[in-house]
């Protein structure tokens, strides 16, 4: 198994186990549950592919992830004690969330850097591909987008883990040291963020409690 493809099936795995917590605290039933861990685990990558005119879809040529996916909801669904260790272990679905963020996030902006793509579209690929199934499950479950929740630096980690992948790589640092690193990294601020508070600067209305929309002309 290459580099690339040991980060995405990563990726895939963490994803989803983060998302059979989330399902499971809406109590549903099993196919919710896999339809959720599908959507958060392939959703990114997918618009991904699309916009990289990419084919067939990372989860169609690798379609063993649907199998894998399919059995560890099984196994989380039917197994009350299995949970109840997954839930304690990812410290309610952070840890295993930060994971998923920063491995998709190198992982798609890898998979553009391979294929020449300019740096910029690199990194807004990378962050695309981490935060677009999450940002869809978060609609399924009828929540607001973490990716547009203040004092969460959901995006923002992710795009300061594409920035530190595609310049630790320009400046030639090997690929698994730099996935490494941009990963960690991701994962650092991502958490710091949760457990700490650490946020962009409010907008004006959020400090203010006052917006008001300026009068017609």
Known sequence: MNLGLAIEASAVIISALATVIVAAKKRMDFVGVYVLAIVTSFG???????????????????????????????????SRKLYEWSATLVARAD????????????????????????????????????????????????EVPQLFQHGRLHAASAL?????YLALTRLGIREATASVLAASLIVLVRLVALWMGTALPKPHWLRTGNFKVPPRS
């Open 44 to 78: 990114g990558g997918t618009l991904r592919d699309l916009l990289l005119d990419r084919r067939p879809f990372f989860w169609v040529a690798r379609w063993e992830y649907l199998g894998i996916v399919f059995v560890m909801c099984v196994l989380f669904v039917y």
């Open 95 to 142: 840890v295993a969330d930060a994971l998923g963020l920063g491995l998709f996030t190198v992982s798609g902006t890898a998979i553009a850097a391979q294929l020449g793509m300019p740096a910029v579209v690199c990194a807004l690929l990378g962050v695309m591909t981490s935060t677009g199934g999450g940002g869809i499950r978060d609609l399924i479950v009828n």
């Open 160 to 164: 300061v883990g594409a920035v530190a």
